[in-house]
C-alpha cells in the first residue's frame, strides 16, 4: 500500500524517512548493547517500534541496513572532521611552523573523537563492520578512500605535503586507532590519543614531504 496523504504535517516520504531513522537508530543501539548477531529484523523493527513492514520499505537485508548506517555514520563522522580543519586555517600552509600545523591536526581530530564519545554505538558499529561479511566490509574500505581523497585533495593540506599514499596512511590509521580507544582495546586518555594521532599524521605528511623534496 502506498502512502499518499500528509499526516500530522508529515508528507508520505518525511514519514517514510523517519522511520527510515529509526531504524538506523534501533540498529545502532542493538550493535552497540550484543554486537552483530544481535541485529535481525525482528530484533530491529521490536527496537524502533514498528512494523516489518516498514523494515521492507526501506532495505531489502540486514546487510543493506548495515551499510547504509555505516555510511551515515561515516558521512557525519567526516564533516565533523574536515570542518574542525578548515575551522582553523593556516595562512600560509608551506611556511607553517610543525607546532601550527599539529594544532591543526589535534582541532580535527579531537572533534571526531568527541563525536565518538558522545555516542559510542558510532564506533561499536565501525568495529562491527570490520566482522561483517565482504559486501558490508567493503563500506570500510571505501570510507578509508573517501577520507583519503577528502584530505588529498584539501589545497592546504596538499601544500603541507600530504599525498595520496600517506592520505591512505593517515585515514586508515586514524579510523582503527579511534574504535580502539573508544571500545576500550586501548588504554590511554583522549588527549593522550589525539597528541599520538596528531603525531603520527604529522610523521606521515613531513615524510612525504621530504620525499617529494628529496625528488625534485
Known sequence: MVESRNFLGETPDERRERR??????AALTLIYSGGLPAVGVRSVTAQAKLSSRYF?????????????SFREVATGLL??????????????PKAA????????FRQGLDAVLGDLVADPRKAALISAVTASGPRVRQE????VFIVATAISSDVSAAEIGVDRASALYIAGGVVQLAVAY?????????PELVERLARLTYGA????????????
Open 97 to 104: 611552523s610543525a607546532d601550527e600545523i599539529l594544532d591543526t
Open 79 to 92: 564533516e565533523i572532521g574536515m570542518t574542525a580543519l578548515h575551522a582553523r586555517q593556516l595562512p600560509d
Open 205 to 216: 605528511v613531513a615524510g612525504a614531504a621530504a620525499d617529494t623534496a628529496s625528488a625534485d
Open 20 to 25: 527510515k531513522k529509526a531504524l538506523i537508530d
Open 182 to 190: 573508544i571500545l576500550g582495546d586501548i588504554e590511554i586518555d583522549r
Open 56 to 68: 521492507y520499505e526501506n532495505f531489502t537485508s540486514i546487510d543493506e541496513l548495515l551499510i547504509e
Open 140 to 143: 570500510l574500505q571505501q570510507f
